[in-house]
């Protein structure tokens, strides 16, 4: 009996990993229940490390946009370190093309850096990293590649 649990948890979690090379970002996903997005921002010109001494910049609203940014997912704001992690439920399990999506800063980013432009939005675009099929539908983790400046 004491495995019980165990095997409940097991049928429960069971999982099935599907490794995915870095170079399919352009995958549509289908039923999408659970979103992940991690990533840095670094106090530079560019929002990215410029080496190790590269320190983060808390407290920053970072935002996950789809479709040309006429679809805002989720945010999150970074912490000490400058990491970021954007989570998203989704209850119904969502269909939609993850290469249409970027994190985005809007500058002025709040915070002691000075290095980073005064105006503009930093963008980012995620690239995947595992699709995990679950019971309830698929959990996708991403992380956030390198900002670039775009204007206005
Ligand atoms: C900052 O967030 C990252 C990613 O969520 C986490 O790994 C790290 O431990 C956090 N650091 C602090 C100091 O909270």
């Known amino acids: 009996m004491a495995q019980y649990p165990t095997m409940l948890l097991l049928a429960l979690f069971f999982v099935v990993a599907i490794p995915l090379a870095h ?3 352009t995958t549509e996903l289908t039923n999408l229940v659970e979103l992940r997005v991690a990533g840095v921002l670094s106090c ?9 001494t590269s320190q983060g910049i808390a407290g ?7 479709n040309g940014g006429q679809t805002e997912l989720g945010q999150a704001i970074t912490n000490i370190t400058g990491a970021y992690e954007v ?3 989704l209850v119904d399990g969502l269909s ?3 290469s249409t999506c970027f994190t985005t800063v809007r500058l002025p980013a709040v915070g002691s850096c000075t290095l ?5 939005i930093l963008q ?6 595992s699709l995990t099929q679950s019971v309830v539908g698929v959990v ?3 992380v956030g590649g390198l900002f670039s400046v775009v204007s206005l």
């Not at 920053?60 to 789809?66: A, D, E, S, T």
């Not at 980073?116 to 503009?120: E, H």
């Open 140 to 142: 996708g983790v991403f």
């Open 96 to 98: 939609f093309d993850t």
């Open 44 to 52: 530079s010109a560019t929002g990215n490390p410029v080496d190790t």
């Open 60 to 66: 920053v609203n970072v935002v996950l946009v789809c």
């Open 87 to 89: 989570t998203l439920h």
């Open 124 to 129: 980012a675009p995620i690239t995947i990293i």
């Open 23 to 25: 170079s399919t970002i």
């Open 116 to 120: 980073l432009p005064p105006t503009g």
